[in-house]
């Protein structure tokens, strides 16, 4: 299986733009606040002139950024054209980009104060090799500025459907991958139950981690 456009855009399709349950789900709601409040622990607004949503999908946690960060520029980056006619229309105060967020890494030239990627690193295991990754992970430190913050959110998620669910290992694999480039700051490990019906398939327990990390010097 891949984790491309397609897949994405039959998704938010299919549940009219929100296939994580966000608006109705506590657990998806805390696991996108928790990285914005590690951002605003250590981030004051007048701190912040650009933030980047990595893998931004409807837009929800985007709009956590524009509220917290009223006067930055907020841009999201997402390969769905479904997730993104959603963001447009829930978080209208940022601007989107449609593509890959492998190549946009790897092609922008601009610098932000803050990166935020939310359940959107994990799914890059399952399709790109780890040279590929440790190569995305050179771009994103170009993309992050020297006094920046990457704050992310990662599942553990207990299943075997694919690789990108071979939870330690991918959360192993990430994390390290980032830390040729970033160092860590915060990692903090959360035990949670989705709320059950969103989808009948996954499990209820679905512990996650919030990380907070800097470009590393040097």
């Known amino acids: 299986?891949?984790?491309?456009?397609?897949?994405?855009?039959?998704?938010?399709?299919?549940?009219?733009?929100?296939?994580?349950?966000?608006?109705?789900?506590?657990?998806?709601?805390?696991?996108?606040?928790?990285?914005?409040?590690?951002?605003?622990?250590?981030?004051?607004?007048?701190?912040?002139?650009?933030?980047?949503?990595?893998?931004?999908?409807?837009?929800?946690?985007?709009?956590?950024?524009?509220?917290?960060?009223p006067d930055a520029e907020v841009v999201g980056v997402d390969c769905s054209k479904e997730a993104l006619d959603a963001a447009r229309e829930w978080a209208p105060d940022a601007s989107y980009e449609r593509a890959d967020i492998v190549d946009w890494v790897a092609e922008s030239e601009r610098a932000f104060d803050a990166v935020v990627a939310v359940g959107s690193l994990y799914y890059l295991c399952a399709d790109y090799s780890v040279t590929d990754l440790f190569e995305f992970a050179d771009d994103l430190r170009g993309v992050v500025a020297d006094d920046g913050l990457l704050v992310a959110a990662h599942n553990h998620m207990p299943r075997d459907d694919g690789p990108v669910f071979a939870q330690e290992r991918t959360v192993r694999t990430v994390r390290t991958i980032l830390e040729s480039n970033f160092e860590t700051v915060e990692r903090s490990r959360y035990e949670a139950e989705k709320q059950a019906g969103i989808d009948p398939e996954e499990p209820a327990e679905q512990p996650y981690e919030v990380w907070a990390l800097r470009p590393a010097s040097g």
Do not use: Q
């Open 1 to 69: 299986m891949r984790f491309d456009d397609e897949y994405f855009d039959e998704r938010y399709a299919e549940a009219e733009g929100d296939p994580w349950g966000y608006y109705e789900s506590e657990y998806e709601r805390r696991k996108g606040e928790r990285p914005l409040a590690a951002l605003r622990d250590r981030k004051a607004p007048e701190e912040v002139d650009r933030i980047l949503d990595l893998g931004c999908g409807n837009g929800a946690k985007t709009r956590l950024a524009t509220e917290a960060y």
